[in-house]
């Protein structure tokens, strides 16, 4: 079992920056994929961003360039920076981890207002 806790979202106007934390704990074994998924009121979950274990990491293109993902893989912690939010950012923010079982995060709130 993984336990992710994530941290850092808020409130911000149209422009500004928010840095997104999760700490994974609870389990030893190594994990694979680290991330970030958003899912905005009436809309699905979708990927944000994405680190595997090597570093490589993935972006949806809404996001490419000014968002940047980030994982400590000795801390077991991911990041997500993001810059010049736009209004259409705005939702429920989630930590995701996969050690062969996905894992969620409870999810923290980014509302970009304009």
């Known amino acids: 079992q993984v336990q992710l806790v994530e941290s850092g979202g808020g409130l911000v106007q149209a422009g500004g920056s928010l840095r997104l934390s999760c700490a994974a704990s609870?389990?030893?074994?190594?994990?694979?994929?680290m991330g970030w998924y958003r899912q905005a009121p009436g809309k699905q979950r979708d990927l944000v961003a994405i680190?595997?274990?090597?570093?490589?990491?993935n972006y949806v293109d809404s996001v490419k360039g000014r968002f940047t993902i980030s994982r400590d893989n000795a801390k077991n912690t991911v990041s997500l920076q993001m810059n010049s939010l736009k209004p259409e950012d705005t939702a429920v923010y989630y930590c995701?981890?996969?050690?062969?079982?996905?894992?969620w995060g409870q999810g923290t709130q980014v509302t970009v207002s304009s």
């Open positions: 995701y981890a996969n050690q062969g079982v996905s894992y």
């Open positions: 609870g389990s030893i074994l190594p994990i694979n994929n």
């Open positions: 680190v595997t274990s090597g570093g490589r990491t």
